[in-house]
Nanobody, 115 residues
């Protein structure tokens, strides 16, 4: 059974930083594509960043230059380093993992950025 547990969310002022972590169990982490998504109140969930098994990364335009996704296969953990946070970054952040053509989600962690 694949499980994903996120941590690291919180409340910060604009311009601040947070690092989100997502630890996986029940799967071969090193061969799984990973992503971070977010969902703001009243909006659809959107992709923020992703990282392939080759460590190739993708960033949504609205976070380029501010967020960094990375993975530590030895720890079964994917990270999202967020800097230069803006109020519009507020939302619930979810990690996503693909294993055996199935997608799995974590429970989400709240990020709140105040102006």
């Amino acid at each position: 059974q694949v499980q994903l547990v996120e941590s690291g969310g919180g409340s910060v002022q604009a311009g601040g930083s947070l690092r989100l972590s997502c630890t996986a169990s029940g799967t071969i982490f090193s061969i799984s594509p990973l992503g971070w998504y977010r969902q703001a109140p009243g909006k659809q969930r959107e992709l923020v960043a992703s990282i392939a098994t080759t460590d190739d990364t993708y960033y949504a335009e609205f976070v380029k230059g501010r967020f960094t996704i990375s993975r530590d296969n030895a720890k079964n953990t994917v990270y999202l380093q967020m800097t230069g946070l803006k109020p519009e970054d507020t939302g619930v952040y979810y990690c996503h993992l693909i294993a055996a053509d199935n997608g799995y989600w974590g429970q989400g962690t709240q990020v709140t950025v105040s102006s």
